[in-house]
């Protein structure tokens, strides 16, 4: 996607330094455009863990990327054996964001990787690891660009029942963009390819409450790239749903069950339930990466990871042109915080997947992805 109108993605191995991969810091987003140099996989974990990179593809890659930082230091360790080494990172990589499965997922591939080398050594292992994690994010740019070519039809056929030049109102929720994966986003991949068709496209950002992704960073994506856009309350939601201001709701996922059930940033559910109320069709756009195999009902098996409390006490700005916290509440009440819910697969009208668009069911997943 653009950035002032040059080309990025938010993560890439350093043009010069193949030791070293780049990130977007989403942490400084919208008012700082901070690239970050990561050079060692204990970075690549605080990245995923304090949200310098946020978005399950995004963190799938930046796990994958971060096994390859692993390898890289291998040399320097020759008292482990590498394949031993390598399954231990992956353990505390995988600790990092429990409920994500694209973590999981790329964990998986790049062990798989370095286990299917007949004669492992360092060289092998570190070149084994850099196309793992290439090819990880180069699938994750054509999966997104796919999930945008399955869900446009849903854009073109809400515009042919508008008025000329009324646009086709779209609400989201939390990130689902470009900076949650590694080009394009899974929501917003439609809207993207709408808007390049010239279907006029106007998205109502719910602001995401209380890491506030939609107002920073849905919104300053939206921005950069000529999208016009509303930030809204989150609880503002279920108003417009009434008034029919919202033509579709598009939704990312962290984690799908075999079964249709999604798990996407608190605050889903409750705009699934008012869509539902108000028939407003709900579509969750997903990788086939953020399908969890094993599980059978999202809401008993998904875990649900809670951050710290101050995320819901503390509020980050910007003012006289630095970052600062403020403190919201009283200091002594107590505060829970709750990253995500669980959306039943009954309230959600379709998943948007690379492959096409299908029922939020277990048949509707098979059909597609048969090997499921």
């Known amino acids: 996607m653009q950035i002032n109108n040059q080309h990025y993605r938010t993560i890439w191995l350093h043009p ?24 060692t996989w204990q970075e690549g974990a605080q990245a995923i863990q304090e949200m310098w990179v946020r978005g399950a593809p995004l963190i799938g890659a930046m796990a994958a990327y971060s096994m390859y930082l692993a390898a890289l230091h291998l ?25 994500a499965v694209n973590l999981q997922w790329a964990l998986q591939r790049q062990l798989a990787a370095i286990a299917h080398r007949q004669h492992p050594n360092t060289a092998g ?20 660009r796919l999930i945008g070519v399955h869900g446009l039809p849903l854009l073109q056929r809400i515009a042919q029942t508008k008025p000329a030049g009324e646009p086709v109102h779209v609400l989201t929720h939390c990130n689902a963009g470009w900076l949650a994966c590694v080009d394009w ?90 869509a539902k109320d108000n028939d407003v069709p709900f579509y969750v756009a997903l990788p086939s ?50 990253a995500f819910d669980v959306t039943p697969a009954r309230l959600i009208t379709g998943l948007i997947t690379e492959r096409g668009v299908c029922a939020a069911s277990e048949n509707g997943l098979l059909n597609l992805f048969p090997d499921l």
């Open 289 to 338: 990466s953020t399908i969890d195999r094993q599980l059978t009902n999202g809401l008993a098996q998904i875990p649900i990871e809670q951050r710290h409390p101050d995320e819901v006490k503390m509020v980050t700005g910007w003012s006289n042109n630095a970052f600062a916290q403020v403190l919201i509440s009283p200091p002594n009440s107590k505060a829970a915080n709750f």
């Open 185 to 274: 986003g899974t929501a917003t991949s439609p809207i993207y390819q709408a808007a390049a068709m010239g279907i006029p496209i106007h998205v109502w950002v719910s602001e995401t409450r209380p890491r506030n992704q939609g107002a920073n960073l849905t919104a300053w994506e939206l921005e950069h790239n000529h999208i016009d856009h509303t930030i809204i309350t989150d609880n503002a939601c279920g108003h417009l749903l009434q008034h029919k201001m919202v033509d579709i709701c598009l939704v990312g996922t962290d984690r799908t069950t075999r079964t249709g059930d999604v798990a996407n940033k608190i605050g889903t559910y409750l705009k699934a339930l008012a």
């Open 75 to 99: 040399p320097a360790l020759p008292n482990y054996e590498p394949i031993t080494y390598l399954n231990e990172v992956a353990t505390k990589l995988l600790q990092t964001r429990p409920t």
């Open 125 to 144: 292992i570190i070149a084994a690891t850099l196309q793992t994690a290439q090819n990880i994010a180069d699938e994750d740019v054509e999966t997104c």
């Open 16 to 39: 010069t330094r193949p030791n070293a991969v780049q990130i977007i810091d989403q942490r400084y987003l919208p008012h700082e455009l901070n690239i970050k140099t990561l050079t």
